[in-house]
């Protein structure tokens, strides 16, 4: 069993910048694949970034490609996403999600979810 907690989230101005953290509970959390997904009111919930258990590998949707960078501290049971030149379409609710086996950037993959951290950036 892993639990996820969401924290970082905030109300931004675009073009600026936020971190928000994924905090585990675990002993397996450094073998799982983790990832980050997000939200937008009326829209389905979408991919953004994935890392291998090592943190050796890391992949991200065309949409955050070259702003966002996933990380993962397997000593402290945390992931990170840092957030670049945001703009107002980021604006969703982030979720941290993992899961023990797959490489994959489908949710239905993923077996172990947070409850969501609001990101909001303004125009």
């Known amino acids: 069993q892993v639990q996820l907690v969401e924290s970082g989230g905030g109300l931004v101005q675009a073009g600026g910048s936020l971190r928000l953290s994924c905090a585990a509970s675990?002993?397996?959390?450094?073998?799982?694949?983790m990832a980050w997904f997000r939200q937008a009111p009326g829209k389905e919930r979408e991919f953004a970034a994935r890392?291998?258990?090592?943190?050796?590998?890391?992949y991200y949707a065309n949409s955050v490609k070259g702003r966002f960078t996933i990380s993962r501290d397997n000593a402290k049971n945390t992931m990170y996403l840092q957030m670049n030149s945001l703009k107002p379409e980021d604006t969703a609710v982030y979720y941290c999600?993992?899961?023990?086996?797959?490489?994959?950037?489908?949710?239905?993959?993923?077996?172990?979810w947070g409850q969501g951290t609001q990101v909001t950036v303004s125009s």
């Open positions: 999600a993992a899961n023990p086996s797959v490489w994959s950037s489908l949710a239905l993959h993923y077996n172990y």
């Open positions: 675990g002993r397996t959390f450094g073998s799982y694949t």
């Open positions: 890392i291998s258990w090592s943190g050796s590998t890391t």
